[in-house]
Structures are given as C-alpha cells and as structure tokens.
C-alpha cells in the first residue's frame, strides 16, 4: 500500500484467534485493510464515496464493536497535515479529515486468513 495516508495499529481481541494482538490498519484512496499481527486476519474494504461531509454522516448501527480512532495524515482535499478521524466496524471504514470534513468511506468486500506462518 502506498505510504503517506493512513498507517497504525490498535491492539484488541482479534476476531478470529481470539488472542490480544495488533490490528494494523491501513487506509489509502483505493483500499483499506485491517490486519491481525497475530494470525493474519484480514479484512479488506473497497471505497464507496468521498465527499465532504458532516462528522458522522457515514455512521449507522454495525454488528460489532465500532472502533474510534484518531491519526495525523495529509489530506488529499485540502493538503493540511493534521488529525483525521477514524471509524471501523465489520461494514464501514470511515476516515474524515477534521479541517475540512473531507470523507472517505469504504464498504467491507473480503476476508481472508494469510496462511503464512507470523514472525
């Protein structure tokens, strides 16, 4: 994935293997991705719509824990390096520039479990 954007880790109970573990999550103009670094879970999200919008615009119920989280990064819309917000649930990924409410919201499109052995 392209550097610059979105890029950190939230350590919670992995929904797969059950185990505390960093999720690295990742977010780019054309995918986002939550990672396992314990068993490799991965849920890939696809965009759906960018668009200036109000905070919480995009947010409806999710089946799950709806993670907030915050991260500083450039925004694509208005170029100013600062804190966007961050909202992932099992359906939506949700990153909203604070400075001027640029959106983007990606949709869930595939899981799968990386075979490979972690390090």
Request: glycine share 6%; hydrophobic share 30%.
């Amino acid at each position: 994935m392209d550097e610059g954007f979105i890029s950190l880790k939230h350590r919670v109970d992995c929904y797969h293997c059950n185990q505390a573990a960093d999720q690295v999550i990742t977010a780019v103009p054309y995918r986002a991705d939550v990672v396992c670094d314990n068993c490799g879970a991965t849920r890939v999200f696809i965009p759906r719509n960018e668009d200036v919008a109000g905070e919480g615009a995009y947010n409806k119920p999710e089946c799950y824990d709806t993670w907030k989280l915050e991260q500083e990064a450039v925004c694509r819309n208005c170029s100013t390096k600062g804190l966007h917000d961050l909202t992932i649930g099992c359906r939506r990924f949700i990153v909203r520039c604070r400075a001027c409410g640029f959106t983007h919201l990606y949709r869930f499109d595939l899981e799968y479990i990386d075979k490979k052995p972690r390090e």
